[in-house]
């Protein structure tokens, strides 16, 4: 094998994975059925593009191939099967021209399966990436450094879920999708963020990932333009990644944001952020939280230096974060906040009301805040032991470098 069909499988899987498992879920009505038989047409595609070429409709070709796979698969459960007399009558070798719309529906009904609330948090990232994504198991292993067998695992039980909780391939009323379209969100900004900062291993930043959350929060955007948390995830989305090539150095470490050459930021980015975020603020009913959080982005990437930093708006827009999304992620960031508007002393108390409520427990974000306030106080020798602590908590190897360091220097 040449590596050219594998090459144009993996292209045309990774453009139109969702729409071709969507249309055979919607055709079978059996998400599990249909995601796997879509793995079976993308294996028979390897040996018969790289025999015959690739074909003028390679998604066509898929679907038909799934198509005949499908039907093969009822007819071994059933040959009275009334879904299978059903299928095999509807169905043709030829394949009708897409409809958009239907296609649009297709993609946004396969979101909502695949973050369905009767799957755990990671199962509906995991199935996310696979289904709508089209992301392989070791891809979605090797992003979250968890072994392919634990992913192949949620995605397995994820699907058995589905089937057992007799979930419908359709997009939910219009009042259900309203409730259910935060999980939707939560999954990809949980995709987004891990790309963003890794929690564990040796790169901060997993640009593949966070990108791949983008792709499905414009494909959301695009199916729901009347949503303004969507476009709210997509600004904070953009305007985030938009710094991702001043983030860090040629050696891989991190750099501070206010250390950050701006004349690296990626400026398409920005303007597809800020316009998104325009969209969001356009409904009229105030930001909910991610345009809040992409409202924050927008006052980074504002300010032409750190200096310029409106760092008072930003104080007031992560108060507002805090009443309508309390978290104590985002009360630490409004200490952060503080320290740059108002200095470190009033910041340090709000951080210390975290430690004493050990809401933060195990994370090495407080202990990296509260060392850095130490220091700006002058308090050495305790600063010294929080990045000490922060680094003994942290997971990536990246941040724990840098943490170490600073330790180091306060001697």
Not at 360 to 384: C, D, N, Q
């Amino acid at each position: 094998m040449t590596g050219s069909a594998q090459r144009a499988v993996e292209a045309v899987w990774r453009m139109e994975s969702a729409r071709i498992v969507g249309a055979l879920a919607r055709y079978t009505r059996d998400f599990a059925l249909a995601e796997d038989v879509a793995q079976e047409a993308l294996a028979e595609a390897l040996v018969a593009w790289e025999r015959d070429g690739e074909p003028p409709n390679p998604v066509g070709w898929l679907l038909a191939t799934a198509r005949r796979r499908a039907i093969d698969a009822f007819r071994r459960r059933s040959a009275l099967d009334a879904r299978y007399l059903m299928l095999a009558a509807e169905w043709s070798e030829e394949v009708e021209p897409p409809d958009p719309e239907r296609i649009e529906d297709d993609v946004l009904a396969l979101m909502f399966i695949a973050c369905h609330p009767a799957l755990s948090p990671e199962a509906r990232v995991a199935l996310t990436l696979r289904a709508v994504g089209g992301l392989t198991s070791e891809e979605i292993a090797r992003a979250f450094l968890v072994p392919v067998p634990t992913i192949q695992a949620r995605i397995t039980r994820a699907k058995k879920t589905i089937t057992a909780a007799n979930v419908p391939f359709e997009l939910p009323p219009p009042d259900e999708r309203k409730e259910r379209l935060g999980g939707v969100l939560s999954v990809l900004y949980v995709i987004f963020t891990e790309g963003s900062t890794a929690t564990a291993g040796d790169r901060l930043v997993r640009t593949d990932l966070a990108y791949e959350a983008i792709r499905l929060a414009r494909m959301l955007a695009s199916a729901l333009p009347g949503e303004p948390e969507v476009c709210g995830l997509l600004g904070l989305c953009e305007l985030t990644a938009a710094r991702f090539p001043a983030r860090t150095g040629p050696d891989g470490d991190p750099i501070l944001l206010e250390d950050q050459n701006r004349r690296l930021w990626d400026l398409s980015a920005v303007r597809r952020g800020m316009a998104a975020l325009a969209q969001a603020a356009s409904a009229g009913r105030g930001l909910g939280p991610y345009g809040l959080q992409a409202a924050i982005a927008a006052c980074h990437t504002a300010a032409s230096t750190a200096g310029e930093t409106d760092w008072d708006r930003i104080v007031l827009l992560y108060e507002a974060l805090g009443r309508v999304a309390p978290s104590p992620v985002v009360e630490l960031n409004r200490a952060v906040a503080i320290a740059m508007a108002s200095g470190p002393q009033p910041a340090l108390e709000i951080v210390d009301e975290l430690v004493a409520t050990d809401r933060l427990a195990g994370s090495h974000l407080l202990p990296t805040v509260r060392g850095e306030l130490l220091t700006r106080l002058g308090r050495t020798a305790e600063a010294r032991a929080e990045l000490e602590l922060a680094a003994r908590l942290c997971r990536n190897e990246r941040e724990r470098s840098v943490l170490l360091r600073k330790a180091a220097r306060l001697v």
